[in-house]
């Protein structure tokens, strides 16, 4: 069946340390890769995406996430975590067309 | 503008009342989206309008009802709503055709029936 899994359910990480979080998906081909953050009340805000090209992407607040087409991730990461970046965190796959498929989400947070 | 608005920001309504959520957008865009999402989950997709057109309904009850009056414009009509549905509804919207691009989600109606 075509998913997407964020295995981390919670994470906790100390501000100023890195960061990893997860993705994979299972679709035939290449899908679009989206990661979203949602403060508490908030709407989604998009982090980055990818479409084409190349597999280490930039995104806005210092993350990035690299493509890694021979496991089917898609993992966000930044090397400094601020206070500010709590937050749940939603990877989401486009296959085709316009329907995203969303992760369960991960939610972050960080100790001072 | 790349902003996507949703009014009102909260709503509180008891089970017989009828109310309305709206969301716009002057991006341009010609696809655009309701969304429900409980604390601590995904959305999950409701409703989509493609060029002021239903193009997809996710078995959604029919206690909600979508309307596109123009491409700017989206609105949910709520009536008889149970306690389950209170939730966050997100509005998005995106260009369509060509190349995929992003959807831009509002902040939300946060909603809670009595």
């Known amino acids: 069946a075509q998913s997407v899994t964020q295995p981390d359910i919670h994470i906790t990480v100390s501000e100023g340390a890195s960061l990893e979080l997860r993705c994979n998906y299972s679709?035939?081909?290449?899908?679009?890769l989206f990661w979203y953050v949602q403060s508490p009340g908030q709407g989604l805000q998009l982090l980055l995406k990818?479409?084409?090209?190349?597999?280490l992407v930039q995104g806005i607040k210092g993350f990035e996430a690299e493509f890694k087409r021979s496991q089917s991730s898609f993992n966000l990461r930044k090397p400094s975590v601020h206070w500010s970046d709590a937050a749940e965190y939603f990877c989401?796959?486009?296959?085709?067309?316009?329907?995203?498929?969303f992760g369960t989400g991960t939610s972050l947070t960080v100790i001072p | 503008d790349t902003e996507v608005t949703q009014t009102p920001k909260h709503l509180v309504m008891g089970m017989t009342n009828k109310k309305s959520l709206k969301c716009e957008q002057h991006?341009?865009?010609?696809?655009m989206y309701w969304y429900k999402q409980k604390a601590k989950k995904p959305p999950e997709l409701m409703f989509v309008?493609?060029?002021?057109?239903?193009?997809i309904n996710e078995s959604v009850p029919s206690r909600f009802s979508p309307e596109c009056p123009n491409s700017s414009l989206l609105n949910l009509h709520l009536h008889a709503l149970q306690p389950e549905d209170s939730a966050l509804y997100l509005c998005?919207?995106?260009?369509?055709?060509?190349?995929?691009?992003?959807?831009?989600f509002g902040p939300g109606t946060r909603l809670t029936v009595l």
């Open positions: 998005a919207s995106s260009q369509t055709g060509g190349d995929y691009n992003e959807q831009f």
């Open positions: 679709y035939g081909a290449t899908p679009y």
């Open positions: 990818y479409f084409s090209g190349d597999t």
């Open positions: 989401a796959v486009v296959p085709t067309g316009n329907q995203f498929y």
């Open positions: 991006m341009g865009h010609r696809a």
């Open positions: 309008y493609s060029y002021e057109k239903l193009s």
